[in-house]
Each structure stands twice: as C-alpha cells, then as structure tokens.
C-alpha cells in the first residue's frame, strides 16, 4: 500500500473522525477550530488513494513545547504504520520550527498508543485523574533538544 502524506485541513480531520469508532463524533469542526486559534499548530493527514485515512493535529503551548492534541487512524489502515509516520513527520516539524519538547496525553483504554509512544522515547510525566482508569489520562513528553 502507497501512503501520502502531507498537511491537511479540518475537513480532513472529519473525514478521518468519522471512520473512527473510539471518538463516536464527540469533536466538531467548531472545536477543532477553537482550540488552534491563535495558535501555531499543523495538521498532518495520511492518504491512500487520494482519501485520508489518518491524521495528527498539534499546535504550540508556552516555552517551546508542542502539545500533540488529537489523532488517530481508521481501522482498515492501522498496522500499516501510518500513526508512527504521522508522528515522526510531527517531531521533524516540531524540531524544524524550534521545539524543545512535544507533549501528548492518552489513555489506559489506548494501549496500542501508549506502548508506541513508549516505544518512541516518550517518558510519562503526569496523570490526570479523570474518575475512572479507562477514561484517565497519561500525559508523555520527549525531548526534541539536549537537557
């Protein structure tokens, strides 16, 4: 399978969320929107077949650090490495542009998720307590810079 990938738009975010079962249409052009504005951020969409089929979107937080807010990937087209694509693409980004440091958060409910952000040198440096241990988060860092 052939893989493009690139920068996208917010449309291209829906059409990826609508294929994916694990956000069941909780997040909305209005939301997307409202959390970049103001902000530098990038979207990256993967493709195949000129449809895209997964994506990454990540913009800028105080004192160099990049926070990689969403993503995720249709299930035809995971364990084809797109999601690990996608976040290498967002890391050469984030260095090009001057990051010391990408920030992300997922959840136990993720393990696939979890174990390749572990995998890539991201180290858990918080827990946010959100009731339940499915539904709480663990917020990862990586270095982009020497400390």
Not at 13 to 20: E, M, P, W
Not at 23 to 48: K, P, Q
Not at 87 to 109: D, P, T
């Amino acid at each position: 399978m052939k893989y493009q990938f690139g920068s996208g738009t917010i449309s291209d975010v829906l059409d990826v969320l609508a294929l994916t079962p694990e956000f069941e249409n909780v997040i909305c052009a209005d939301s997307i929107g409202n959390r970049l504005a103001g902000r530098n951020y990038l979207i990256l969409v993967a493709r195949y077949e000129a449809k895209p089929v997964g994506f990454k979107v990540g913009y800028e937080l105080p004192d160099g650090q990049f926070y990689s807010w969403l993503g995720g990937v249709i299930p035809e087209h995971r364990q084809m490495k797109v999601a690990s694509q996608l976040r290498l693409l967002q890391e050469s980004w984030a260095i090009e542009n001057g990051f010391n440091s990408i920030k992300v958060k997922s959840m136990n409910q993720f393990p696939a998720m979890l174990q390749m952000l572990i995998a890539s040198g991201y180290q858990i440096c918080g827990y946010e307590n959100n009731g339940s241990i499915a539904e709480s988060k663990i917020e990862f860092i990586k270095f982009l810079q020497p400390q």
